[in-house]
């Protein structure tokens, strides 16, 4: 629960996909289930967003006012300029500018405190993901953080977050680490006996998330284990791609793509894997591994940033070099031939995701935003 000495006000919230968005993700529930709080507890919580087809352009969303400011093309201009104008007016107290895509630069024309709020920051991995002109200037743009935002207080949801913005430049006295919480799954969670012989992966299809990393240790694994099964769960632009490699690789009859699903179908598909894979580059935090561990399920992930924050190596589950196959493999082999194993890491990824509440995160936005007042 918030602090009874953390007084509400008026958050003016800049991020640009909010929880309706067709391509939100960890981020965007991350502010969500944040700021849904924050608006019940007495905040006044506005959210500038980008438009989508069938988005309408004011909506309350968990308790908060989404508006929409159009396309890309002309986002990104309305969003400086109603910032600009609406905190000239006096209608926010402070800026909270979520740092996961291209940076807003509030600082350089916000009338009140500004709190950076960072999942992630690209830096070269944006040239994995999308085009060389369009990582180029997500790259250029990231360098100008440490001269516009100094000064200003960061809140980051990893340590690997953290360390990202002091390699940058930003004082390590600036940051506060907030680790996202997860909804306790409604289900029945049984660590006490071994699980089928299934692999799970849950998350967007993104180049960057390499699930096609996942598809190559399984393919190793096929003819070992000849009855274990894939789950994909989730839904993006690397799904035709992925299909048709199952299919290269001989596992398109036992590869199930569910796509996007609702949080009680994707808590049951995941208690019913004994591994989720997330062989992902890089990422902020590591939400779907937590909620991973809430249902009982140890993780093999990347070695990464993130990633090895929220995976406990040898107790909640694996971390593998990036794109190292073979170790991949390998660690997904452990875990589906030894029972005993498996049941020890699925009673240690349980413990483990009881620690994370988004209660608590909410209370340490709550104290954000007013140490960022109170600083000025």
Request: hydrophobic fraction near 40%.
């Amino acid at each position: 629960m918030m602090s009874s000495a953390v007084s509400p006000c008026r958050v003016l919230v800049l991020n640009e996909r909010d929880p309706s968005h067709p391509k939100a993700g960890g981020a965007e529930i991350h502010v969500s289930e944040i700021f849904g709080r924050l608006a019940r507890q007495g905040f006044a919580v506005t959210h500038f967003a980008s438009g989508f087809s069938g988005g309408d352009e004011v909506e309350i969303v968990n308790d908060v006012e989404i508006r929409r400011l159009g396309g890309l093309a002309r986002y990104y201009p309305r969003a400086f300029w109603r910032t600009a104008h609406e905190t000239r007016l006096d209608r926010f107290d402070v800026v909270v500018e979520c740092l996961n895509k291209v940076p807003f630069y509030s600082p350089a024309y916000s009338a009140v405190p500004v709190l950076a709020l960072c999942h992630h920051l690209f830096g070269e991995v944006a040239f994995q993901q999308v085009s060389w002109a369009i990582a180029a200037t997500v790259w250029s743009s990231e360098r100008l953080i440490p001269p516009l935002y100094r000064g200003r207080p960061f809140l980051a949801i990893s340590e690997s977050s953290k360390a990202d913005l002091m390699k940058r430049g930003i004082p390590e006295a600036d940051i506060l680490v907030s680790h996202p919480g997860i909804e306790p799954p409604q289900i029945d969670v049984r660590t006490d006996r071994p699980r089928s012989c299934k692999v799970a992966y849950v998350g967007r299809l993104e180049a960057y998330k390499k699930i096609d990393v996942m598809l190559h240790a399984m393919a190793r694994l096929k003819d070992r284990f000849p009855q274990a099964a894939i789950t994909i769960i989730g839904r993006g632009p690397e799904q035709k791609r992925l299909e048709s490699l199952a299919k290269t690789l001989g596992l398109a009859d036992r590869t199930c793509f569910a796509g996007f699903v609702s949080n009680a179908e994707r808590d049951r598909l995941l208690a019913e894997a004994r591994v989720c894979v997330c062989p992902s580059e890089k990422e902020g935090w590591g939400l779907t591994v937590i909620e991973s561990n809430a249902t009982g399920t140890p993780v093999v992930a990347t070695d990464a940033d993130g990633l090895r924050d929220s995976v406990r190596h040898g107790e909640t589950g694996f971390l593998v070099d990036d794109e190292d196959v073979q170790g991949f493999a390998q660690r997904i082999g452990e875990l589906l031939a030894d029972d005993a194993l498996a049941v020890e890491m699925s009673t240690a990824a349980l413990a483990w995701s009881r620690r994370f509440d988004w209660d608590r995160a909410a209370g340490d936005m709550a104290r954000a935003i007013a140490n960022a007042r109170s600083a000025g």
